[in-house]
């Protein structure tokens, strides 16, 4: 078991930056979920972690004790990469219990918790068959229960666990693993580019883009008050609606104005900031159809709707933009004119030229 803790870490290779001043600290047990598009740095992290990237500057510590130079097998992790590589020459049994064996652990052990793995990650159909037997997310289900069968480890690093494993699956092998996380008490660092596994296995998310650490905090959170622009896109499903607009005077009164929408503000952070271009940031799923008319009111027509189960998401074209509402009347018709209002509590404003957030609710 063990905390993390990363003090401004830049790391780079070839000439290219991959991580720019990232600190973090990982607390004992916990879910971390290293969250960002291709690109941004969150595999290059899991690799300094792990200890197979170099370091330019910073520090990395496990339980307080400097690893910042001390090489993989020091620092007693264990790495999942996306491919999951296994031995080639064994089965699926022996895949399992190969760190065991290398480490002499007696096989009555071994055997117990192969066979223990097996069933959580449901593979004991698997046992007595080979790689290269298997489909691909098979493979990679091994990997990562190869990697938690050995005990004694500081933390678990995995590289887009569920990439390569079919959508009906994941769900379950999300449980799994977070109950074996649960079980076992490791330390469980993940990287992926999918907000749905971040929001369904993380005790906080930490956003990632071009390298730079953007914001950490609990999903919850950080669907409520994204640090930046980038940070509200990556979190909600569907995605933030992001207008251009400006911060504006009219008789007296602050105003937050998108096109054709005008919302009145006493909002003394937005009254700073009279003049300034802005991104207007506003949920689908705080979008309501409604009857009346009003300044906080988008006029738009159905161009296109998703059915989510229980409610529908419609892309409504206002003119200017298409935006995304979730509401929960299915029997709305593309090509239909539709009224959609929010709550001046539900916007929020960003910086158009720096990104940051200016104020969540207006």
Known sequence: MASIELEDITASRGGQVLVRGVSLAIADRERLVLLGASGSGKTSLLRVIAGVQDVDHGRIRIDGRDVTHAPPRERDLSMVTQDGSLQPHLDVRDNLGFSLRIRRTPRAQIDERVEAEARAFSLTDLLSRRPGTLAQGERHEVALARTLVRPGQHAVLVDEPFARIDAPRRATLLRELVGLQEGYGLTLVVATNDQRIAMGMAHRIAVLDRGALLQVDTAGEMHRRPADVVVAGAVG?????????RIQRVSGRVEVA????RIPTWEPALTAHVGTRIMVGIRPTDLTLTDEGGAG?????????????PSVELHVDDGQHTLSAVVPTPGVAVGTAVKLALEPADVHVFDAVTGLAITHGV
């Open 297 to 309: 009111v988008i006029h738009g027509t159905v161009r296109h709707r998703a059915f989510l189960g």
């Open 237 to 245: 499903d569907p995605p933030m609606n992001l207008i251009e607009g």
């Open 258 to 261: 998108a096109d054709d929408l």
